[in-house]
Structures are given as C-alpha cells and as structure tokens.
C-alpha cells in the first residue's frame, strides 16, 4: 500500500514561554500519521525565524511508530532577546512532508534589578527613662526598590542598656515595597548617657550596612522607696530567671539574698528619714557585697550581678553618697 498523505502536526509548546535569556528552553510537539496513511514516523525538524531546518528528536529515542512525540533543547543569549517563531515539521516513511505549524517564543533579558533598603527611623533617642524601667521604639525596614531585598544580619554594638526584643528570621527576604520591622528596647541601669549603634545588614549594594545611632539617659525617680522598690524588684526577678543567685550551699545561698534585700530596705528607710550618712555607709557595705571583689566576699553571683552593682551604685551617686 502506498502512502500518499503527509503526516499532522500538533501540540507545539515552547516552555517556559516568555523564557529568561541565558536558559534552556524545551520545544515540544507532536507528528501524527495515524489519519493520513498510517504509516511509521520518519524524521522531524524545526526552524527558527525562517531559517534551515534543524533535526528535532523523538522523544522514546526511535522513530518507529505512526505518532511520535519530538522534543528539542534550545538555547537563547542575550543578543537574541526579542519574539522569535519556532516551527515544526514531520515526514512518514513515503517521504510525505507535513505543513510547518508554528508558535511564538519570547526572549525577556535577565535584567537583576537592584533592592534598595529604608530604615525608619534614621536614629532614635529614648530620652530620660527611669533606672529600672524600659522604654521601646519600632524601626521600619522597607525595600524601596525593584530587586529582592535580602536582609542577613541584625545586632547592635554594645549590647549595653539597649538590646533587641523583636526582629525578623534571618535570613529575611522582603520584595518590592515590603516591610518588616526591629523592636529595640531601652533599660537602664545607672544614672548615665548610654549610647550603641543597631547594624542592619542586607544586599543592598549602594548601602550594605545601615548604620542607626542610639542613645538615652537614666534617670532616678522621686523617692529613696521607689529606688530602692525597683533594685529589690530587679534581685527578685533576676533570681526567677537565673541570672542571679546566692553564693554558697544549701540555705546559706538564700539567707544571703534574703540578708541583702533586708540591707537595701533598711538602707533605704535611713535614707527616707533623713539619715544620710548612715544611709550612704548601708549603701556602700551593701556596694561592697555585689561588686564582684573580693574580699570581702559577694552574696551574690551571676550574669545579673553586674547589674545589681550599677544599681546600687547609681542609688549612691542620687543620695549625694561620697
């Protein structure tokens, strides 16, 4: 029997389709004789804007079937970023040639557009806060640019009186316009000017790493009981959390906090009554208990016992203590 009839092609796809420059692009398609003939699949090639005919192949690796899926790889540089018309033709066995069918390609360029990082506030002062409290401020960070914003390190420098108590996963990513944002607090522990600096850093290639100046006072409050309320509060939770406790065993450990709080109260009620020598020398025997030298040996230990020191010595410094 002779075959007089070519061969249909179908199913043309390029993908990805608008495709990037500088990546693979698969061309697929389909011949089918099994209507015109039903004879085997000999060969199939594709053409790119009019130009030769390229061998294209089946996709099970032999032609020898009445219908054959093809495919083929292509490859596009930047010089070729425009739309681009790929067509697809079959032949049978007969040598009957199919009709080309055709399909358009997009060529995008892979252009990386820069991210571009905005922090607001530039710079914060907390202002006088109280030697036992906290003060907190927000700071946004936006992409205001097109790329990807990748932000990968947040820290502050001193790590002082000021720490972070909100901030994002990191490596964070924020798109165009995108925001999150970074909980810094102020806790003083002294009467003092405290300043450090919070560094974001990100991939942002005109500003790497934002630099956000901050600063605030401790300040005392009125009366020598509210000092002496929040010093007594800052041992208490300090001994919750761990980062404070008595030195030596058993209950001697808690006799001595519980001695040393009966010395800052008693301290304190000197100090209320207008006894300010005695007062001031309460202080400084209590100073001399957590200043971390000895002898005379400390009551306490622990990351919280630095603290407790400035807080001490800060209610001193108020009482007009030489």
Not at 76 to 91: A, K, L, N, P, W
Not at 165 to 182: A, F, I
Not at 278 to 307: H, M, N
Request: net charge negative; glycine share 8%.
């Amino acid at each position: 029997m002779v075959d007089n009839e070519a061969p249909v092609v179908t199913d043309v796809q390029v993908t990805p389709n608008p495709s990037p420059a500088n990546s693979e692009v698969t061309l697929t398609a389909t011949i089918d004789d099994t209507s015109t003939g039903n004879s085997n699949i000999a060969f199939a090639e594709y053409n790119l804007n009019g130009g030769d005919w390229i061998e294209i192949y089946p996709v099970d690796a032999t032609f020898d079937s009445p219908t054959e899926e093809v495919f083929a790889t292509l490859w596009f540089t930047e010089s070729q970023y425009d739309t681009h018309t790929i067509c697809v033709r079959g032949s049978d066995v007969f040598n009957n040639i199919s009709e080309s069918v055709c399909t358009e390609l997009t060529i995008e360029l892979d252009i990386v557009l820069p991210p571009d990082i905005q922090v607001s506030p530039l710079s914060h002062d907390f202002g006088n806060v109280q030697w036992g409290q906290s003060s907190t401020a927000i700071f946004t960070i936006t992409n205001v640019g097109s790329g990807k914003l990748t932000i990968d390190d947040i820290y502050l420098d001193v790590f002082e009186a000021f720490s972070i108590t909100s901030d994002p996963s990191l490596p964070g990513e924020l798109l165009s316009n995108e925001s999150t944002e970074v909980e810094i607090t102020f806790s003083p522990y002294s009467l003092q000017l405290y300043t450090d600096v919070l560094y974001i850093g990100s991939n942002d290639p005109d500003n790497p790493s934002k630099v956000i100046p901050l600063s605030g006072t401790g300040v005392i409050n009125d009366t020598f009981s509210e000092q002496v309320s929040i010093i007594i509060d800052y041992i208490e939770d300090s001994i919750e959390d761990g980062t404070l406790e008595g030195v030596g065993p058993g209950r001697s450990a808690n006799n001595k906090v519980n001695a040393l709080i009966n010395m800052i109260k008693s301290a304190g009620d000197l100090l209320e009554s207008g006894q300010m020598t005695e007062g001031c020398q309460q202080l400084a025997d209590i100073y001399l208990k957590v200043d971390g030298v000895s002898p005379p040996p400390d009551f306490v230990t622990g990351e919280a016992r630095e603290g407790l020191a400035d807080l001490i010595e800060g209610l001193m410094i108020y009482s007009g203590c030489q």
